[in-house]
């Protein structure tokens, strides 16, 4: 038998767009890093497909465009954040965040994707019809007025977060406190915080980005974490990829540096969950170089978990450190007791005086952009559902989702989804497929959470984000070589996925589907 895949044999009806609708074959929601690269490999592997991008804001980039906080720029290298299909030439290898966005957008301009994103169109309403075969898409405009799109594959590269707002949790007296309070994701244009005394509150990623870049020009600057994070240093340029440069190609270059990199990931990755109590110690010891001899490391950079439970914290330079070390910058271990009129007051009885108090508290996550998603009339939860192969939800047919990694860089799993979807869209065409679906048929897979983390924003996520089984192909490898041999070269008909062609209008074109099929 040619086909393992379930075959669905559907009911046609005629196709008509309502007047003012649009249609294309694969609908990209999102222009940011995961968005121009979708639309880039559709060009490339799928070039008969029409398409085009739906950007709810009014410019291009994402979170590169959205995050305007001082310092702000990768936690991974751009190797590996970088798309596999165009180098990254510059020299910072952990690049700062007008730098990357620079990257996405001379990207989407010289492939020609700039000309196909549509601005202004948050996507409220997808609805999918099987009589159809196809989503209608709605949209939301600046004036209130909405757009709607008819389109045969839907491709979500919405990120996984509220861009409206970040995550507040509130203490008491926030209201009294005469100073300025500014959460990183809404940063003020206008704000001047030199020679004034800042606390931010927090110890991710975005915290130990603000406070050395923050201390180059304020009086004092105090990162408050209730508990620490593992902070790993290293150097903000690649000595091997810079030197790679010089010898050989920039593409060459980029792809043995990728490899490298990866393989790197990898290993440590790997090692911290073996080993944990010895990678400890190796991160530990290694602040404590860059810190001094007399810093309480054990404090203030020793966790309660072990490494990899939560994301570790890239810090270029050591920056942060340097910052610490030189007096500029100091970090409290403690709790919020309440807000005072000049700072804050803490568990301990000890006071912070703040003229501005940053709240790096991290994000809110809303899964597909909050859209609401219905499958033949029936609004179903995308967060009820199991995900196959992290890129498809079970039950609900034609639509995929760019979801990266969360112990390597985001793009590396973009780029696999982005290829697999074009090689899922062609199998379909060259047999006369309508649309598929992933189905649960194995009862003996158990549910267990997408992300296994322990993180504050993933817990506090935890109704929002869908499962993964405990199986493959719906169990999530988190490990770039495994989902390049599973995304890239297995079987698209596992037999998980169930195929449905619809009754082709013209005897002709059935006959083609037919004998594709038979092949």
Known sequence: MTDRAAIVEGKSLPAVDAPGTEHFDVLIVGAGLSGIGAAYHLLKHCPRKTFAILEGRNASGGTWDLFRYPGVRSDS????????FRPWREAKAIADGPSILRYIRETARESGIDQKIRYGHQVTNASWSSQDARWTVEAALPEGKTARFTTNFLYMCSGYYDYAGGYMPGWPG???YRGQIVHPQKWPEDLDYKGKRIVVIGSGATAVTLVPALAEAAAHVIMLQRSPTYIVARPSEDFIANW???KVSPRLAYGL???????????FYNLARRKPAKTKAGILRLAQKDLGPDYDVEKHFSPRYNPWDQRLCLIPDADLFLAIRSGKASVVTDEIATFTETGLRLKSGDELQADIVVTA???????LGGMQVSVDSTVVTPARAMTYRGLMYSDIPNLASAFGYTNASWTLKADLTAEYVCRLLNYM??????YCTPRRRDPSIAEEPAINFTSGYIQRASD???????KKPWKLHQNYALDMLALGFAAIDDGTLEFTRLPSANPAMKLVSEAATAR
Request: with cysteine; net charge positive.
């Open 77 to 84: 290298d751009m190797y590996t954040l970088g798309y596999c």
């Open 174 to 176: 926030m209201d009294r």
């Open 244 to 246: 790679l440069r010089r």
């Open 257 to 267: 540096v990728r490899w490298k990199n990866v393989l790197l990931q990898m290993y």
């Open 361 to 367: 508290t991290g994000l809110k996550l809303k899964l």
């Open 429 to 434: 065409d060259a047999r006369g497929y309508d």
């Open 464 to 470: 929002v984000l869908p499962k993964q089984g405990s």
